[in-house]
């Protein structure tokens, strides 16, 4: 089974950027649609974006559409998640998270995802 790990979290201030990476450190994510989500102090986690398992196709909330991209690398199992212009309403826990093809379920709901990484935090300074 497919194991996740973020990284490239960290601390920047109001208007900067960060790229989040989502590695499998053990097998290939290439039948999984990915998913990334976060969780703020006394908020419930939820969906900010995703990456079909093929076809290209990607998902954004509309809180981040216009900032966030994401994007993957099947041959590098890596899926990524590109911030610009960030806000302190963006401080949160990131985490990946995988969906299997062979399963249904909104790609916009967290229980729709089995596989999930340990998270990263994200903290945005004003």
């Known amino acids: 089974q497919v194991q996740l790990v973020e990284s490239g979290g960290g601390l920047v201030q109001a208007g900067g950027s960060l790229r989040l990476s989502c590695a499998a450190s053990?097998?290939?994510?290439?039948?999984?649609?990915m998913g990334w989500f976060r969780q703020a102090p006394g908020k419930e986690r939820e969906f900010v974006a995703a990456?079909?398992?093929?076809?290209?196709?990607?998902f954004l909330a509309d809180s981040v559409k216009e900032r966030f991209t994401i994007s993957r690398d099947n041959a590098k199992n890596t899926v990524y998640l590109q911030m610009n212009s960030l806000k302190p309403e963006d401080t949160a826990v990131y985490s990946c998270?995988?969906?299997?093809?062979?399963?249904?379920?909104?790609?916009?709901?967290?229980?729709?995802?089995?596989?999930w990484g340990q998270g990263t935090q994200v903290t945005v300074s004003s």
């Open positions: 998270a995988a969906k299997s093809r062979y399963t249904s379920g909104n790609v916009y709901v967290k229980t729709s995802y089995t596989i």
């Open positions: 053990r097998g290939s994510f290439s039948s999984y649609t």
């Open positions: 990456h079909s398992w093929s076809g290209g196709t990607t």
